[in-house]
């Protein structure tokens, strides 16, 4: 079956650095998002990657390891506002997006 | 202002009746999909449709029906809810063109069956 696992919740500091980890088993690879979702609203975009490397954008950054099935987001200078659920979802062979549960970033002055 | 907008926001209904959760879009994305996202679960999808006049069946299609007559309008409807669909139901849609496929979410719309 297909599976995407990522921690369930996080805690981390202000001003910090956290890095938030996703691993996946797909039916083939088009690519990995990462999705922000505050309490009680819509997830919205954060970043994709489809190859290997890391992609930069501002305090975000976001890893992908094709071969080992693995991809990261990296957080810098924290803010309160960080404080949301982060999905990791990856897009099969047949271009269907498959998500994991979120992990819950919690950020503590 | 351009997006997703999804209605109703929230709703209790009792089990046995009908429920349509509405869903409108006005980028002229082709591709819509309505998830619902239970707490510890992903988000799973329920139908999708490509583009106007075809739909699809997703992960969780039991006991859901969905229309797409147009472009803009992607309506879900419950034909009889049941308390397992307790859940809350975001409709979404990606364009053509964008490599990425990036989804675009509406707000939501919280069910609760009882």
């Known amino acids: 079956g297909q599976n995407i696992d990522q921690p369930t919740e996080m805690t981390a500091t202000e001003g910090a650095i956290v890095q938030i980890n996703c691993t996946y088993q797909?039916?083939?690879?088009?690519?990995l998002f990462w999705y922000q979702q505050h309490a009680g609203e819509a997830p919205t975009f954060l970043s994709y990657?489809?190859l290997d490397g890391l992609e930069e954008k501002g305090r975000f950054s976001s890893f992908l390891s094709r071969s080992k099935g693995y991809s990261y987001l990296l957080l810098k200078e924290l803010q309160m506002k960080d404080s949301a659920s982060y999905l990791c979802a990856v897009k099969d062979s047949n271009y269907q997006l498959i998500w994991g549960a979120g992990t819950k970033l919690i950020i503590k002055p | 202002i351009a997006g997703i907008t999804q209605a109703p926001t929230s709703q209790i209904l009792a089990a046995g009746r009908r429920m349509t959760l509405r869903c409108t879009q006005d980028?002229?994305?082709?591709?819509m999909y309505w998830y619902r996202q239970d707490l510890g679960l992903g988000l799973r999808l329920i139908h999708y449709?490509?583009?106007?006049?075809?739909?699809g069946k997703g992960e969780v299609p039991d006991g859901y029906s969905v229309s797409r007559a147009n472009t803009d309008d992607f309506p879900l409807t419950l034909a009889s809810a049941v308390p397992s669909q307790t859940s809350v139901y975001f409709c979404a849609s990606s364009g053509q063109g964008d490599n990425t496929g990036e989804l675009f979410f509406g707000e939501g719309s919280r069910l609760t069956v009882l």
């Open positions: 980028m002229r994305h082709n591709a």
């Open positions: 990657n489809v």
């Open positions: 449709s490509n583009t106007a006049g075809t739909t």
């Open positions: 797909t039916s083939g690879f088009n690519g």
